[in-house]
């Protein structure tokens, strides 16, 4: 699609939040923030807990409606826009239709089967027949290695499980870009890394994503562009080096924390 | 006079000779709770919603009519309805007509509090996980917070139905003939005190007793069972475990097609 650039200048993010700003009450949460995402990259986010990586990423895909600022997703405007600009506004419910989103507490829903968790939307949302629905549901969790668990409930799988059903759930809805909010935080050491060679899999095929993670191995394997966050805005962003020769100091600060 | 006599001697041959005026009674008392139970059922869903929406006027308001409701005690209530209002007011409505009124809205009260405290017990992250995926909020709140709040509140509301029947009794003050009001008729004219009421106690505890049964028999409904590796023996359950059996079949043969997208090992 736009792979060829247009009258020699770059070729058009698929991403593009520009300015944001969003507040809960007095808590300034995000102040500024700018973030440009291409078709295939793989954006890396770390920073302390409560810096606001959760809300960036919930901008995106407008779970959180900034403030102010712009957010684009292939060239249309979805956010409130920057002060003095008038764009047309796409619907937030379309935009959500094209992102898919991981959360950190799984959230599949625990009243229906795995395959039932992957199908609801393709039959919701896209209007697809139930028969068809399942085959097409089937075969994402085949693809995250679980087709031998589609008539399980969430509660009867573990965290891991739970995590690549979810991800099947996102994948299905065949989006453009996939977010991920702390996928491996709240899982026990042994399954971390299942999840993560899912992921990294996924990367590996081009999907565009965007990543919120402390683990600084996928980082450095996979990340693009890496960007440490704190308090509202971002520090620092650079490729894989980064984890290895960080130059702010508060980077640097936070990465030792974490080893 | 033959009071004094009747009281001597327990007889409780008479509960049964007299079944059809206990029967009588029961059969409105059932018909009452069920009409008013569904109705507040109803309500208190709407009531529930509305005390829930954004807006600065109906939330407060539904408060109101939910603290209102709870405060007045239903005896009184029922008074007030049909006394106090629908003859003083000269509504054509009936005794029974009234009786339901009065349990209707009280229960909604109560129902709407428990539906609220359900519907907000759902995570707020199966709010987000279905609008994450393009679901509208209509279709989050049928799909997914609607299964999860209704099996959440059905112990209480199975409760509140238990209530429903017991509190369907009070009516008998304006004169609906449920089963305490032709229970007292029968003890007054015939000074069978004890059988009369011994006969009465015992319908009402086959009635809750009944309904707490039913309401058990539903929460076993709702347990989660996996058809591929649990024994299940319902017919619904094994040509569902066909079907899915068939669809995992479809899929690993359909998997060389193309290999290059798989994201797991086995
Ligand atoms: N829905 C919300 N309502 C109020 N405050 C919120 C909400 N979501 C996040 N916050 C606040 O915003 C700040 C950033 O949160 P979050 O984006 O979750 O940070 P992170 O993901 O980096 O830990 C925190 O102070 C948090 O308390
Ligand atoms: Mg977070």
Do not use: C
Request: glycine share 8%; hydrophobic share 45%.
């Amino acid at each position: 699609m736009s792979e060829t650039p247009t009258n020699g200048s770059e070729p058009q993010p698929v991403v593009r939040l520009r300015d944001i700003h969003k507040s809960f009450g007095s808590n300034h949460v995000l102040k500024g923030i700018d973030l440009t995402v291409h078709k295939g990259e793989h954006v890396v986010i770390f920073g302390p807990s409560g810096s606001g990586k959760s809300t960036l990423l919930r901008t995106v895909n407008l779970l959180e409606i900034p403030d102010s600022g712009s957010v684009w997703f292939e060239g249309k405007e979805y956010g409130p826009g920057v002060d003095g600009e008038h764009l047309p506004k796409g619907k937030a419910r379309l935009l959500r239709q094209e992102i898919g989103m991981v959360f950190q507490q799984f959230n599949l829903f625990p009243h229906i089967t795995a395959l039932d968790n992957v199908a609801l939307a393709l039959r919701r949302v896209k209007r697809i027949p139930r028969p068809e629905a399942e085959t097409r549901a089937a075969a994402y969790l085949d693809r995250v290695g679980l087709l031998d668990k589609l008539a399980a409930y969430p509660a009867q799988l573990s965290g891991g499980q739970q995590q690549r059903v979810a991800i099947a759930r996102s994948l299905v809805m065949e989006p453009k870009v996939m977010l991920f909010d702390e996928p491996t935080s709240a899982l026990d050491p042994e399954l971390v890394g299942e999840v993560l060679a899912v992921m990294r899999r996924l990367a590996e095929t081009g999907m565009t994503m965007v990543v919120v993670t402390h683990e600084m191995g996928f980082g450095e394997e996979v990340g693009d562009q890496n960007i440490f966050m704190d308090d509202g805005a971002v520090v620092e962003q650079g490729g894989r080096g980064i984890y290895k020769d960080a130059q702010e100091p508060r980077t640097r600060e936070f990465l030792r924390s974490i080893l | 006079m033959s009071g004094v006599l009747a009281q001597a001697t327990f007889r409780p041959e008479f509960i049964w000779d007299n079944r059809h005026i206990f029967l009588d009674g029961v059969w409105l008392t059932v018909r009452i709770a069920v009409v008013a139970f569904a109705l507040a059922t109803a309500l208190g869903l709407v009531v529930a919603l509305l005390r829930m929406s954004r807006s600065r006027i109906l939330g407060p308001i539904m408060a109101a009519y939910i603290n209102v409701f709870r405060a007045i005690p239903l005896l009184v209530f029922v008074l007030f309805v049909y006394y106090g209002v629908a003859i003083h007011f000269s509504f054509s409505i009936s005794a029974i007509q009234a009786g339901v009124l009065a349990l209707t809205l009280q229960y909604s009260a109560w129902l709407g509090e428990i539906f609220r405290s359900g519907i907000q017990a759902v995570a707020d992250g199966q709010r987000q996980a279905a609008m994450s995926v393009g679901m509208s909020r209509p279709q989050t709140f049928v799909r997914v917070v609607m299964p999860q709040a209704t099996r959440i509140v059905t112990p209480p509301t199975g409760n509140m139905f238990i209530g429903m029947i017991k509190d369907s009794s009070l009516v008998y003050i304006i004169g609906v003939p449920e089963l305490l009001r032709v229970s007292n008729l029968l003890a007054n004219r015939t000074f069978r005190y004890f059988e009369v009421y011994l006969g009465t106690v015992i319908v009402y505890l086959i009635l809750t007793t009944a309904v707490y049964f039913m309401f058990k028999y539903i929460e076993r409904r709702f347990q989660l069972v996996d058809v591929l590796t649990s024994k299940v023996r319902s017919p619904f359950a094994k040509r569902r475990a066909a079907r899915l059996r068939r669809l995992q079949d479809e899929v690993l043969a359909a998997r060389d097609t193309e290999p290059s997208v798989r994201l797991a090992t086995e």
